[in-house]
């Protein structure tokens, strides 16, 4: 039992020492100065010290595949605990955004999450670390387990996954079969020529929306996945 707890510690350490600094940094977006961004900090990695001592499982209903979200979604939800407690250590952006209500922003992408979490754990996982984090092949190589040469390919690999996961939302709302066959044809074959369905988009306005997004979707992941998994996100502020 003692050697068990020892190493659940041990685990611990190697988490904080890989997500310390981010979720620190997120902890800045949420409250007003390095003391109460180091208080939620050590309240988030304290309850996570908590949860691995206890034996109790990592896996969470949100965000399964991948810690760091789950490790924000925590800082963002001790931020919104403050709020019924110390409303002043809330940053004022922060602040406004719990006052309107915390609410996601649906006029986003509002079934990018769901493709996201239809993917497997160490997909999800390469996908919010090479996309939205920007870390470099060698840091999402330690963290996902991958060789460090084989994350680029790994990468492509996910967003591909991605974008078949998002096109099969699309199509299972698609009554029409001539709806369905455009977009299956011209996202599941990238070799397919767009012209192809040129006539049917420009007929169907449905379709050619969901052309558009799918086509602009690895512009927009880096934008729109983080606030669709957490809310609250600032983007270049917290990289």
């Excluded at 908590?50 to 979200?69: A, K, N, T, Y």
């Excluded at 190589?141 to 690999?157: K, M, S």
């Excluded at 997004?213 to 606030?227: F, K, R, T």
Aim: proline share 5%.
């Amino acid at each position: 039992m003692i050697a068990l707890r020892k190493g659940r510690i041990e685990f611990f350490r190697h988490l904080y020492r890989r997500h310390y600094a981010a979720v620190q940094a997120y902890a800045s977006q949420c409250v007003r100065g390095p003391l109460h961004a180091q208080e939620v900090t050590s309240d988030v990695f304290a309850h996570l010290l908590q949860q691995l001592v206890s034996g109790e499982s990592l896996i969470e209903r949100r965000h399964p595949g991948c810690l760091r979200p789950q490790l924000l979604g925590k800082v963002r939800t001790a931020a919104i605990n403050r709020w019924h407690r110390e409303r002043d250590t809330l940053a004022p952006d922060f602040q406004a955004w719990v006052a309107a209500g915390s609410r996601w922003p649906w006029g986003e992408d509002g079934q990018l999450a769901l493709a996201y979490e239809r993917l497997p754990a160490t997909t999800q996982c390469l996908l919010w670390h090479s996309v939205v984090e920007r870390d470099d092949p060698a840091f999402t190589a330690r963290i996902t387990g991958l060789d460090h040469h084989a994350v680029p390919a790994a990468c492509d690999q996910a967003m591909t996954a991605l974008r078949q996961a998002r096109a099969d939302l699309y199509l299972e709302r698609l009554e029409r079969a001539d709806c369905r066959d455009v977009i299956e044809r011209l996202t599941r074959r990238p070799e397919a020529d767009p012209a192809e369905g040129w006539g049917h988009l420009s007929a169907c306005p449905a379709c050619a929306a969901v052309y558009k997004d799918l086509s602009q979707l690895d512009e927009q992941l880096e934008a729109q996945l983080p606030v669709r998994l957490l809310g609250w996100w600032t983007g270049q502020r917290y990289l």
